[in-house]
Nanobody, 119 residues
Framework: QVELVESGGGLVQAGGSLRLSCVAS????????MAWFRQAPGKERDFVAS???????YYRDSVKGRFTISRDNAKRTVYLQMNSLQPEDTAIYYC?????????????WGQGTQVTVSS
């Protein structure tokens, strides 16, 4: 069983930055496809960014050029660097992982970390 624990959320003014971290348990983290999702109040959970074992990255259009996903396999950690934050980025951010990039579903989820951007 893999556990994911997020940290780094908080309150920031528009234009500011935050870095989220997600630490994973389990011996095969380096092969996992990892992602960040977010859920704003009253809305569905949306994909934000992902990174595969080859460090290929993917982003939703609204965060391209502002957010950067990265991973440190030695630390079993995936990061989400968020710059130029806007009020519409306010949400609970979830870390997710799956063993195969070809699987449609993420098997593992963290509890989430709140990000609030004030205008």
């Amino acid at each position: 069983q893999v556990e994911l624990v997020e940290s780094g959320g908080g309150l920031v003014q528009a234009g500011g930055s935050l870095r989220l971290s997600c630490v994973a348990s389990g011996p095969t983290f380096s092969s996992y496809h990892m992602a960040w999702f977010r859920q704003a109040p009253g809305k569905e959970r949306d994909f934000v960014a992902s990174i595969n074992y080859s460090r290929n990255t993917y982003y939703r259009d609204s965060v391209k050029g502002r957010f950067t996903i990265s991973r440190d396999n030695a630390k079993r950690t995936v990061y989400l660097q968020m710059n130029s934050l806007q009020p519409e980025d306010t949400a609970i951010y979830y870390c997710a992982g799956k063993e195969s990039s070809y699987s449609p579903n993420y098997n593992y989820w963290g509890q989430g970390t709140q990000v609030t951007v004030s205008s």
